[in-house]
């Protein structure tokens, strides 16, 4: 076999395992879509048909003029943009700093910055919980999104970094030598040339903010404050065999906007976080 037709061979082999992998993440979703179809009656007849029989979109339009469904959807889109806003406040001048200047043990503190995301936060919510509940932080979104900040810092701090070195060094000096100093070179220069990975660290932010259950699920026991992965568990909790093609839908309106935004934005996110792997 020549080295043609290896290659080749090599690129058949890797859509078939993509191919795979695609499928094995979507078929729950698909049979989420089909019990989101369904009617009640249909429901009861059994899940072994794929393809609802008679399908029905009432299932989504009771979920979405509920009021409390749509208040948990506007709690997670809440929490999730504070956090992601946080987060880049914090990020950035630290992305800024490993990125420019050279300091004793820069990478082993690197390394342990992102050792943080080794940590489940399962871990640590015992004593978190205690602390929060201590200095009076539960039951408030701005507790959760204090949270939610210094789970997120780590990732987005890297990705930062990533952006920022692949901007010259020569364009800070440039305004320095202009009569910038360090802080207005990193405000005029650094923040408008680092948008897309700035965009892109704002967006996986704001998807791990929309996704996370764990930490509200512990901090907020208020229904008015619960985010929308937190509410449906609650939902599923109090209901019968009769309403699953209501919790089907509500799933799947609290799954699709972050599979949405990633898809339409992938090429964006790939970019900011392989910035500055390379260099010339």
């Known amino acids: 076999m020549n080295a043609a037709n290896r290659e080749r061979l090599g690129d058949v082999l890797s859509y078939i395992f993509m191919l795979v992998i695609f499928a094995f993440f979507a078929w729950p979703l698909l049979w ?3 019990l989101a179809l369904r009617t009640r009656r249909e429901v009861f007849l059994g899940v072994s048909r794929f393809i609802p029989k008679n399908p029905t ?3 989504f339009t009771l979920i979405l003029q509920s009021d409390k469904f749509i208040g948990y959807l506007y709690n997670a889109l809440k929490l999730s943009c504070l956090s992601a806003i946080g987060c880049l406040i914090v990020a950035l001048p630290a992305a800024y700093a490993f990125s420019r200047f050279e300091f004793k043990g820069k990478g082993a503190w ?12 399962l871990v640590i919510m015992v004593p978190l919980y205690r602390y929060m509940a201590a200095i009076g932080l539960t039951d408030t979104h701005f507790g959760a999104t204090m949270v939610y900040i210094a789970l997120a810092v780590p990732t987005v701090t890297w990705i930062l970094k990533g952006s920022i070195d692949g901007i010259p060094k020569t364009l800070d000096e440039a305004a320095m030598i202009d009569g910038c100093n360090r802080f207005t070179a990193f405000v005029r220069v650094i923040l408008p040339l680092s948008t897309p990975g700035i965009a892109s660290a ?3 932010s704001v998807i791990g903010g929309w996704s996370q259950f764990l930490v509200p699920f512990l901090l907020i026991t208020k229904e008015s404050l619960t985010p929308i992965g937190v509410g449906i568990f ?7 065999d ?3 093609q209501l919790l089907a839908a509500a799933c799947l309106v609290s799954v699709v906007p972050a599979i949405v ?5 992938q090429r964006l996110i790939l970019g900011a976080m392989t910035a500055g792997a390379v260099k010339g």
């Open 261 to 265: 935004a990633f898809l339409a934005l």
């Open 32 to 34: 989420l879509l089909s």
């Open 110 to 121: 690197m390394m342990a910055i992102l050792s943080v995301q080794m940590i489940s936060p």
């Open 202 to 204: 704002f967006i996986i």
């Open 57 to 59: 979109l009432e299932n």
């Open 242 to 244: 009769s309403s699953i």
């Open 234 to 240: 609650q939902y599923a909790g109090t209901q019968n």
